[in-house]
């Protein structure tokens, strides 16, 4: 079933500003009411400069109040607003308008893959934060503090400022072929993780998420296809890092 409403426009703005006539397309489905998801086309306006989500946001607080979705800093801090927009995993905060549509164009909306969907692009998160609590993305020194800060050198904090930078989104596991199919799998968003604490130096677990990472759930899995690294909004090489921790496995240190 699909449905088409009327156009309105995303923002109000002055009449000099261009504004871009748009299909957004958004695959919906409420547990309550459908069997399937089905598409909603609505007809809305919106400038070259908007976000993906200022569009989503007009159509929910104009045009469909019951379309739900998650979003919370709206400055592709926070990694809740992920969704498939345009076939490709992205943040709707990060995205640009004129970056996946053109003036008389259509946006495509749909929830990220491999997560059950509780609700339109509502998806059921707790699989992905087990996966994440599951490699232990805690800090573990039980030697005793010193009397200063455990100190580390510029190449140590290098070794590991990439994986420092996820912001547990899931572009990165939710396009993750091997993740679809096999949804014990950890994923590449757990991995990264667990790069970050296998290679600072301060951390004293290394061993014990090596063996995690050993296990036939773990890096292994990974067929090196890229999708992660393509999908990833913060730029983190994760195939590169994946591959790291795959030789910190193989020779039992990090």
């Known amino acids: ?19 871009m006539q748009l299909k957004v397309k958004i695959l919906r489905f409420d547990p309550e009411k459908d069997k399937k998801a089905h598409w909603t086309t609505y007809d809305v306006e ?11 946001n007009h159509i929910k607080w104009y045009l469909e109040p019951s379309l739900t979705f998650r979003r919370s800093c709206m400055h592709g801090i926070c990694g809740s607003d992920a969704m498939l927009i345009n076939g490709r995993n992205r943040l709707a905060c990060k995205t640009l308008v004129r970056d996946v549509a053109k003036s008389g164009g259509t946006i495509t909306v749909e929830p990220i893959r491999g997560l059950k969907v509780e609700k ?28 200063a800060e455990r100190i580390q050198s510029e190449e140590e904090a290098e070794r590991m400022a990439h994986s420092s930078n996820c912001i ?7 396009s993750c072929p091997i993740f679809w199919v096999n949804g014990s799998y950890l994923g590449p968003a757990a991995i990264v993780q667990a790069h970050r604490f296998i290679f600072d ?16 759930t773990g890096v292994w899995r990974c067929r090196t296809a890229y999708n992660c690294t393509e999908a990833c909004p913060r730029d983190i ?8 921790v795959k030789r910190a496995v193989m020779y039992g240190q990090a």
Do not use: W
Not at 1 to 19: F, G
Not at 46 to 56: F, H, N, T
Not at 201 to 216: P, W
């Open 1 to 19: 079933m699909t449905q088409t409403h009327a156009p309105t426009s995303a923002a109000p703005v002055s009449a000099s500003v261009p504004m």
């Open 46 to 56: 919106a400038q070259a400069s908007d976000r993906v989500l200022d569009v989503i």
């Open 120 to 147: 339109d692009l509502l998806v059921d998160m707790e699989p992905f934060f087990d996966s994440y609590k599951a490699i232990m993305p805690y800090f573990i020194n039980e030697s005793p503090a010193p009397a």
């Open 168 to 174: 547990l989104c899931a572009c990165c596991t939710t």
């Open 201 to 216: 130096t301060r951390d004293e677990a290394t061993q014990q998420r090596l063996g995690i990472m050993n296990q036939n």
């Open 237 to 244: 090489p994760i195939t590169q890092l994946i591959e790291e």
